[in-house]
């Protein structure tokens, strides 16, 4: 009773060979939308990242975060606003610095701010009253409060190149 070609498949199956046929060419359409789907995809990942590439990564932070460990961690020196004026900025030898003074904070640069909050003044040559905070927050929330920090900036922050 055999009729036509057959094909050997797994444990001495036999299956009709034009079913093997239609088989693979389903397996190679599915094959031609799955790579189609994969390039769709590469292109919008490449598009998204490149959109990314050309923004600021301290404004990718999460400014409101920044605020909240901001007034924990800062506040008693720089005050609640970042004008240089809380409570104990009153019996320190060296006025701490006004965060919203523009024309200063604008010069500095991330890398700069992100030292002096994570290692102290003293590691920058500045006032070592400054104490670190690298041991007690990640880099992404020193991220977070230089971010805050260019918030309150005036004028505003505007980073270098743009």
């Not at 060296?94 to 003293?122: C, W, Y």
Request: glycine fraction near 10%.
């Amino acid at each position: 009773m055999d009729s036509g070609k057959f094909v050997r498949v797994r444990e001495a199956k036999r299956v009709p060979y034009h079913l093997v046929r239609l088989f693979a060419k389903k397996s190679i359409i599915v094959a031609k939308v799955l790579l189609i789907m994969r390039k769709k995809s590469f292109w919008i990942f490449a598009f998204s990242a490149l959109l990314l590439a050309g923004t600021d990564p301290t404004w990718a932070q999460n400014q409101s975060e920044g605020k909240k460990l901001y007034l924990t961690y800062c506040s008693s020196c720089h005050g609640d606003n970042g004008k240089g004026d809380g409570p104990a900025a009153q019996s320190l030898p060296v006025k701490p610095v006004n965060h919203t003074a523009g024309a200063v904070m604008n010069q500095l640069t991330d890398k700069f701010l992100m030292e002096i909050i994570s290692k102290g003044g003293s590691a920058v040559g500045k006032s070592p009253m400054m104490p670190g905070w690298g041991g007690q927050l990640k880099e992404n929330q020193l991220r977070d409060i230089v971010a805050y920090v260019r918030s309150i900036a005036d004028p505003p922050y505007k980073p270098s190149g743009k």
